[in-house]
Structure formats: structure tokens, C-alpha cells
């Protein structure tokens, strides 16, 4: 079992910055791909970004490219979304995921924190 709770939304005007952050419970939390998704309001939850193991292998969407960076500590258990230059469009309920394999777009990973809101006024 892994628990995730997320830590880090608000709001933020456009243009700004805002940093996400994810602690995990569990001792094999360095065996674990790790995801961030995202969900507006009348939306579908979209996959923003992933990370596995020892972080060299990254992902993103093609929307948060070049804004957003991810990062994890796995002495901390913890994994981190560095979100830059901010758009309105970024406004959604931010979720961490976990997985014990590479997170695939279509696929639900096995586990999901509560949700963090991020909102970016114009």
C-alpha cells in the first residue's frame, strides 16, 4: 500500500509560479513511478507529468512542456512539480499518482492522493 498526500496549491496570477509537492508513505517508495495528473471542472483528469526510479526517466505533457519540471527525493519519499509561467489554463485539482510500472496515458496508476487545488487568475 501507498498513501500520498499533496501538499502546495493556490492561487497564483498568470505568469507566476507555484510548487506542488507529494509525500509518500512506504519503504519501497524508490520502486515506485510517480505521476501527477490534473482535473478542471467539467474536464477530464489529464496526465501533466511522471517520473520513475531514480529520475532519469521523465515525461511530460506536451501542454505543460518546457513550464513544468518534476522531481523526486527518494531518501524523502517525496516527489515535486515545479510549475513556471503559469496560464489560466493550468487552473485544476492537481493529483499525485503512483505506480508500481511506467505510468501509461489511458491507464489509472494504483494509487492517488486527495487532490490539491492550483488556480491561476488572469
Known amino acids: 500500500q501507498v498513501q500520498l498526500v499533496e501538499s502546495g496549491g493556490g492561487l497564483v496570477q498568470a505568469g507566476g509560479s507555484l510548487r506542488l509537492s507529494c509525500a509518500a508513505s512506504g519503504r519501497t517508495f524508490w520502486n515506485y513511478c510517480m505521476g501527477w495528473f490534473r482535473q478542471a471542472p467539467g474536464k477530464e483528469r489529464e496526465f501533466v507529468a511522471s517520473i520513475c526510479w531514480s529520475g532519469g526517466s521523465t515525461r511530460y505533457a506536451d501542454s505543460v512542456k518546457g513550464r513544468f519540471t518534476i522531481s523526486r527525493d527518494n531518501a524523502k519519499n517525496t516527489v515535486d512539480l515545479q510549475m513556471n509561467s503559469l496560464k489560466p489554463e493550468d487552473s485544476a485539482v492537481y493529483y499525485c499518482?503512483?505506480?508500481?510500472?511506467?505510468?501509461?496515458?489511458?491507464?489509472?496508476?494504483?494509487?492517488w492522493g486527495q487532490g490539491t487545488q492550483v488556480t491561476v487568475s488572469s
Open positions: 499518482a503512483a505506480n508500481p510500472s511506467p505510468i501509461v496515458i489511458g491507464r489509472s496508476p494504483d494509487y
